[in-house]
């Protein structure tokens, strides 16, 4: 079974601080997303990556930034954090499409919550 | 437990029931779709996917339909069970993305009575 792994489930920050969120997938994913989640709104794509070291902006991707140094993780920066920024940070992965379609396999999140 | 959506349709059915969620999309491009499950606390789960050569996909006790005329999927649960109880929503990927960038459903929260 495809495994992605957040490195936390729950996470309190301050404001201003620089939060990290890691994100690790053991099923050789060429693609690798962050999602934020907020009740009403449904999954907002903040950032992706098709292959290490190269992202690109999703819908939101204000006041975030990300890394992907190797394949198997994809971290997400919170360069600053603010209120607005409390949510559900989901990571997700899939394969290329150069495989087809491939539906994306999703962690179980990490609850962020900026005071 | 932890709510994705304070006002999601809920469907509320009895377990053995069949179960029957529905989606419309927008993008007329779109040419794969995915159902999502999600559990309180956890993250989406796959259940099913279709391609939109085809109208009809059967997994295990779940069926998905596409209508490409009216721009709507469904996802039908056979025999329902308390276990299948959560939010599902669909995903869209439209033809000219040029990636696996999917679009997601806000949801549907199935709530099965024993």
């Known amino acids: 079974d495809v495994k992605v792994t957040q490195s936390s489930r729950y996470l309190v920050k301050r404001t201003g601080e620089k939060v990290f969120l890691e994100c690790v997938q053991d099923m050789d994913h060429e693609n690798m997303f962050w999602y934020r989640q907020d009740p009403g709104l449904g999954l907002r794509l903040i950032y992706f990556?098709?292959?290490?070291?190269?992202?690109e902006k999703g819908d939101i991707p204000e006041g975030y930034s990300v890394s992907r140094e190797k394949k198997e993780r994809f971290s997400l920066i919170l360069e600053s954090a603010s209120t607005n920024q409390t949510s559900m940070y989901l990571c997700a992965s899939s394969h290329s499409g150069a495989r087809g379609n491939q539906p994306q396999h999703f962690g179980d999140g990490t609850r962020l919550s900026i005071l | 437990g932890e709510s994705v959506g304070l006002h999601l349709p809920t469907l509320s059915v009895q377990e053995g029931d069949n179960s029957i969620i529905n989606c419309a999309y927008s993008?007329?491009?779109?040419?794969?779709f995915i159902w999502y499950k999600q559990e309180s606390g956890k993250g989406p789960q796959f259940i099913i996917d279709i391609r939109s050569n085809m109208d009809k996909r059967q997994g295990q006790r779940v069926t998905v339909l596409l209508n490409k005329t009216v721009k709507h999927l469904s996802l039908q649960i056979a025999a329902t069970q308390p276990g299948d109880s959560a939010v599902y929503f669909c995903a869209e990927r439209g033809r000219n993305t040029g990636f696996q960038k999917l679009v997601f459903g806000t949801g549907t929260r199935l709530l099965v009575s024993p």
């Open positions: 990556s098709y292959d290490v070291k190269m992202k």
């Open positions: 993008n007329s491009a779109s040419d794969y």
